[in-house]
């Protein structure tokens, strides 16, 4: 009897092996293709930032060994005021329109839980800016603000005169502008997200806590925020590494201007990477970008671990 559950439970274990190893190489074509996609854009990218290679040096990148320059392009990196500039003005916009998109986000969906009339119309309006392709939002809030543009035209109604003010030429209004048209757009999806997480409370604890006498506030606090506390982290998460390479509305708006008071980062690499064609210097760049990226996704992954582990006690 035993002999027959020993050989039943070998031919199992041969079994899942074959089902392991015919999986394995069904899926190997797919897994040579993520690994060229991912894996050698990677090297070749490392390979680069070791080297002071460019377009303009008459060799090609196989060859730019030639042109070896190892951690010199890194070490320029901490030397770089420019560099640092547009850093400070990517976390910047971050710190400021991350948390104004998730309060007026919340705010809405807050709302949007409860029933009123033409709920389904209002809906459809907020989600109409993230629709919008950027380049096309960054035009239409290039032309709204400039010198004899509606806004300034508005700001006369009230005022009783004539309202001139160059938003996009002055260094400190320009990335207020920027900052104005990223909120617009963006806010529905942290909208659209924050209002999923809503969706998915018990309404019936809801309900017992109003029965018991619970201030909105308190249901809130209590019921609604534990409950959505993971959905937040992840719509927070997602904006602050999109917001992190904002280009395209920024780009068609100011091209990093006047002077360089609206460069970010990702508007810095396009400028060296085709007006200066300092490839080796870019690709170093690059991959702090990548490493940075990556820590912030660890930290986000870390909390949503922790919050889940931590609501499974």
Same mark, same amino acid.
């Given at each position: 009897m035993s002999k027959s559950i020993s050989d039943t439970k070998g031919?199992?274990?041969? &079994?899942?092996? =074959?089902? !392991?190893?015919?999986?394995?190489?069904?899926?190997?074509?797919?897994? @040579?293709?993520?690994?060229?996609? &991912?894996? /050698?854009?990677?090297?070749?990218?490392?390979?680069?930032?070791?080297? %002071?290679? +460019?377009?303009?040096?008459?060799?090609?990148w196989t060859r730019a060994y030639e042109l070896w320059a190892g951690f010199a392009n890194y070490r320029d990196l901490f030397d770089d005021d420019r560099f640092f500039g547009a850093l400070w003005r990517t976390f910047l916009i971050i710190i400021i329109a991350v948390p104004i998109?998730?309060?007026l986000g919340l705010a809405i969906a807050m709302l949007f839980m409860e029933e009123f009339p033409a709920k389904k119309v209002f809906y459809s309006a907020l989600l109409v800016p993230m629709m919008i392709v950027?380049?096309?939002?960054?035009?239409?809030?290039?032309? #709204?603000f400039q010198s004899d *543009?509606?806004?300034?035209?508005?700001?006369?109604?009230?005022? *009783?005169?004539?309202?001139?003010i160059s938003w996009l030429s002055d260094p400190d209004l320009a990335l207020a502008v920027?900052?104005? $048209? %990223?909120?617009w757009q963006w806010t529905p999806l942290m909208f659209l997200i924050l209002l999923a997480g809503l969706l998915g409370v018990p309404n019936d604890q809801l309900k017992a806590a109003t029965l018991l006498g619970a201030s909105p506030w308190q249901r809130f606090v209590t019921i609604v925020l534990p409950k959505i506390k993971t959905i937040m982290?992840? &719509?927070? &998460? @997602? !904006?602050?590494?999109? #917001?992190?390479?904002? /280009? =395209?509305?920024?780009? @068609?708006? +100011?091209? *990093? *201007?006047?002077?360089? $008071? +609206?460069?970010?980062?990702s508007v810095f690499i396009y400028k060296i990477t085709t007006l200066e064609l300092v490839w080796g210097?870019?690709?170093?760049?690059?991959?702090?970008? #990548?490493?940075?990226?990556?820590?912030?996704?660890?930290?986000g992954m870390y909390l949503l671990?922790?919050?889940k582990s931590r609501a499974s006690a």
């Open positions: 031919r199992q274990r041969l &079994a899942s092996a =074959d089902q !392991r190893r015919l999986g394995f190489y069904l899926t190997l074509p797919t897994q @040579i293709l993520v690994l060229f996609i &991912a894996v /050698f854009p990677l090297l070749m990218q490392l390979y680069i930032s070791m080297t %002071d290679w +460019t377009p303009l040096s008459g060799l090609n998109e998730f309060l950027p380049a096309v939002a960054g035009y239409m809030f290039f032309l #709204l *543009g509606p806004i300034n035209q508005l700001l006369s109604l009230f005022t *009783g005169s004539k309202v001139a920027v900052i104005m $048209a %990223d909120i982290i992840i &719509a927070v &998460a @997602i !904006r602050t590494i999109e #917001l992190f390479k904002i /280009f =395209d509305t920024l780009y @068609i708006m +100011t091209a *990093g *201007g006047p002077g360089v $008071a +609206t460069e970010t980062i210097y870019v690709a170093a760049l690059a991959l702090l970008i #990548l490493v940075t990226l990556s820590i912030v996704a660890a930290l671990q922790r919050n």
